[in-house]
């Protein structure tokens, strides 16, 4: 086909995710080199999905048929500084756009923790940063590019009746070829470490701790009479924190995970820098090891993060000899349909799983200690709450279904977990 190289396309897309835990089925890999020939692929093809960076920890991205990869588009941007937004390819990763927004004076409000990830991938599974003030990435886009099954491109802007629809979709409706993100003037921030913050005083003053500052992150082990970490992102000329939580300033740079190389992680110790060098824990320059790690996360309406806090802490003696680290964040509330925090403010609980027997046994555990506290599983991770609940979850399911039957009506761009899911299998 013209505009694209089987033989090397094939080669481009790798055979498993990042983690390793997933291996891909698909028939067929692509990696085309211009939209028209992308366009001809996915209206030549039964079933199609996009990879972006494989970062996913599910099978949200697998398929049996055809798996594309964008990578091979070509890399353009589009900066407007007046409207204050930047239009970027679906192939675009955070590093990459943090530079180019970087060099023209602006920036994103948020990122997440990696910034190797794609943009395209992050929004469709709902990945966020922290801060109770920061929405879920997908919350920045203003307008994306979807092609369809019948391979056309459709374009869809905030203020659609559809478009709450359209951003955070799982790769349901299509592929993104194109979006457009509001920006921010650029900002620095500082960022320090609290180290052995008693446990108790963490339960106790957990809202408070969230919002100490423009982004913070708490990381336990959940072990017996344990002392946790908090990660702090202040903006520079802040206000200095009121209080340490009866923990220490580290004087040393520190990983999330005990015996990791700090030299992976973003400045600490309180040095000023550029926003897309202190947001993400780990730098650029780094590539995070693809070895030893499973991950699930779980979103909480903040009212209720305390006491799920309570009843995770109750089964300490299951999830400690699991996992190599937790962490908390808060997550401000967005109304995507398919939103992890449900139009509300919400904490996310994230586990960071050794790879050992057991580990579906802490996933299921943790499941049942939520239960009843409204925890939404965040879809790129490893989870296994049961369809019902989550259409009990979802209100907006119906209106999403209604939408993949307009665009998809054939399950072109179906995956039997996704489908599964979201009650379209």
């Not at 080199?33 to 093809?45: F, I, P, T, Y």
């Not at 005083?201 to 946790?228: C, H, K, M, P, Q």
């Not at 009866?246 to 040095?271: D, F, I, K, S, Y």
């Amino acid at each position: 086909m013209s505009g694209t190289n089987p033989e090397e396309s094939g080669a481009a897309v790798p055979a498993t995710n990042w983690a390793g835990n997933i291996t891909f089925h698909a028939a067929r890999r692509e990696r085309p080199e211009d939209l028209a020939a992308l366009q001809a692929l996915v209206a030549g093809s039964s079933r199609v999905r996009a990879l972006g960076t494989g970062h996913s920890f599910s099978g949200v991205a697998d398929t049996d048929g055809l798996l594309v990869s964008l990578a091979g588009l070509p890399r353009t941007a589009r900066v407007d500084a007046d409207q204050r937004t930047v239009t970027i390819g679906g192939q675009w990763t955070y590093g990459e756009l943090a530079m180019e927004l970087d060099r023209a004076g602006l920036a994103l409000p948020n990122t997440g923790s990696l910034p190797h990830i794609s943009v395209a991938g992050a929004c469709a599974t709902g990945t966020h940063g922290s801060g109770t003030h920061n929405q879920a990435l997908a919350a920045s886009v203003r307008g994306v590019t979807i092609v369809t099954a019948t391979g056309d491109a459709v374009r869809r802007e905030r203020g659609h009746p559809d478009f709450d629809g359209a951003v955070l979709a799982l790769g349901r409706l299509g592929i993104a070829v194109e979006m457009t993100l509001d920006v921010v003037p650029t900002f620095d921030l500082a960022q320090t470490v609290v180290e052995q913050v008693p446990a108790a005083r963490v339960e106790s003053a957990l809202a408070d701790i969230l919002a100490a500052a423009y982004s913070v992150s708490v990381f336990t082990t959940w072990g017996l009479d344990r002392l946790d970490d908090i990660w702090v992102k202040q903006l520079v000329g802040a206000e200095p924190l009121a209080e340490l939580w009866g923990g220490r300033v580290a004087q040393e740079a520190r990983h999330p995970v005990a015996g990791m190389p700090p030299e992976n992680t973003t400045q600490q110790l309180g040095v000023p820098g550029p926003w897309h060098e202190r947001l993400p824990h780990f730098r650029l320059e780094f590539m995070p090891s693809a070895g030893d790690e499973l991950q699930s996360e779980y979103l909480v309406p903040a009212a209720r993060a305390t006491a799920a806090w309570r009843a995770l802490d109750g089964i300490r003696e299951v999830l400690h000899p699991l996992l190599h680290v937790s962490e908390l964040r808060a997550v401000a509330p967005d109304p995507m349909w398919l939103s992890l925090t449900g139009g509300q403010p919400c904490v996310a609980f994230h586990f960071t799983w050794k790879t050992v027997p057991g580990v579906a046994d802490g996933v299921a555990a943790v499941e049942a200690q939520l239960s009843g506290h409204d925890a939404r599983p965040h879809w790129g991770k490893v989870f296994s709450t049961p369809p019902r609940e989550l259409a009990r979850l979802y209100p907006r399911l119906p209106d999403f279904r209604r939408l993949v039957h307009d665009l998809d009506p054939g399950a072109t761009f179906g995956q039997d977990l996704v489908d599964t899911w979201l009650g379209l299998a």
